[in-house]
């Protein structure tokens, strides 16, 4: 699907983030527009966190990426900005 040196990371490097709702499944999207843009603008920003735990997690050299340990922690951040809890220790 990819040409000319472009993979899945710098797919999603470029597309992050203006152009995150293109790369992401519509159906993502789809129910937030009926629940208003706050919702909306939210779920956005939980879907460009999390290409960049993505493109951190698939780093080309295994030492340059992110502590699993880190990302489980913003995994949860961001579970709990979406679900409209916000406590992180819940982990």
């Known amino acids: 699907m ?3 040196g472009l993979n899945l990371q710098s797919f999603v490097v470029n ?8 790369i992401c499944d519509p159906l993502l999207l789809q129910k937030e527009e009926k629940n208003g843009g706050d919702q909306r603008q939210k779920v956005e920003e939980c879907l460009i966190s999390l290409a960049r735990i993505g493109v951190a997690c698939s780093a080309a050299m295994p030492r340059e990426r992110k ?20 406590m992180p220790r819940d982990c």
Do not use: Q, W, Y
Not at 15 to 22: I, L
Not at 67 to 86: A, F, H, K, P
């Open 67 to 86: 502590d699993m340990t880190i990302v489980v922690s913003e995994l949860c951040l961001i579970r709990n900005v979406l679900m409209g809890t916000r």
């Open 2 to 4: 990819f040409k000319d």
């Open 15 to 22: 597309a992050v983030p203006e152009h995150v709702e293109e």
